[in-house]
């Protein structure tokens, strides 16, 4: 039996092949074209998939960045003098608050009347500043809240009380280089009052009452004590009796509660050793307002 190979070499010389040029010119056309079509295609393939892989990479990307943003310490978030009206709509935060005295806590929540056990690392003053940075932040308002242990630092350190303000003046400065958005600073503390001096009613329910403090030694002292000036009269206007007004007070010039690195910087006494903190809170809520009515140009 005849194999494969010799069948195909008996066809050839039964049937000679010799294409005629016209069937060589349109055969070699022909091939072209599919040469062509199938570069073409290779093209619009290879295309496709550079886009692809570069669209995935643009959505892994974004979605990375998204998620760092999220990811960072919680800035609850959002220039001198009064602000103009669309200032709360700034990316950057406007408002500093921070404890130099963290650990100055209240009575109700710590169940004691000894005066050295007024103090906690949990229940204190730093409580009532997170309270401020939501209520602003409602407001669509940006602030950094500076919750550092600074009783922590100055026993580590081994640094005596009166060193607080110079320890809180460093992340305070720190903060001013890295945001000059900042419009105002707020060191809040707790007074020592009695409660029917640090307290106010009003439509039936409790009010830890404010006080505003301004150095006298400090550069900022007329431009700080506008500031609180507005501050409280606003406040009064509200909420007459919320405010217990502008204290100034004669500091040493080594401390003048770092009022001098910005203006608009004052010290908030919110409550005293009497109250609880839901009645500072309550009183956050209402301050909010007025710094976002301050912040609107409404003095």
């Known amino acids: 039996m005849q194999n494969d190979k010799e069948i195909f070499d008996l066809l050839k010389d039964l049937y000679p092949q010799h294409p005629s040029k016209k069937f060589v010119t349109l055969t070699e056309n022909t091939l072209r074209q599919q040469a062509r079509s199938m570069s073409k295609k ?3 393939t290879r295309f496709s998939v550079m886009t692809s892989i570069f669209l995935l990479c643009s959505f892994i990307f974004s979605w990375l960045i998204l998620s760092s943003e999220d990811s960072k310490v919680s800035i609850e978030i959002n220039g001198y003098g009064a602000a103009s ?3 709360i709509d700034e990316k950057e935060p406007v408002v500093y608050i921070y404890h130099s005295h963290n650990t100055e806590s209240f009575i109700p929540e710590l169940q004691t009347k000894k005066s050295n056990q007024m103090f906690s690392h949990t229940k204190n003053v730093t409580l009532v500043g997170k309270e401020l940075s939501k209520a602003l932040k409602k407001l669509q308002i940006k602030a950094i809240h500076d ?3 600074i009783a922590g630092i100055l026993k580590r350190k081994g640094l005596p009380f009166s060193d607080s303000y110079k320890v809180s003046g460093e992340n305070l400065q720190q903060a001013l280089a890295e945001h000059n958005s900042i419009r105002m600073i707020f060191d809040i503390h707790r007074d020592s009052l009695k409660r029917q ?3 106010v009613e009003i439509k039936g329910e409790n009010y830890a009452r404010i006080q ?10 007329e431009v700080n004590k506008k500031f609180a000036t507005q501050l409280h009269k606003q406040l009064e206007e509200l909420y007459p009796g919320l405010s217990r ?8 010039p080594e401390n003048t509660y ?10 908030l006494n919110i409550g005293s050793i009497e ?25």
């Open 197 to 199: 001096d640090s307290t």
């Open 147 to 149: 919750e550092t242990d």
């Open 275 to 299: 109250n609880t903190l839901e009645e500072t809170y309550r009183t956050t809520d209402i301050f909010a307002q007025v710094v976002k009515n301050y912040l609107e140009g409404r003095n």
């Open 85 to 87: 009206s669309n200032a």
């Open 245 to 252: 007004g502008v204290e100034e007070k004669e500091v040493t």
């Open 212 to 221: 505003f403090t301004v150095s006298k030694t400090s550069e900022n002292y």
């Open 258 to 267: 770092n009022q001098e690195l910005h203006d608009n910087s004052i010290l």
């Open 42 to 44: 290779r093209i619009i």
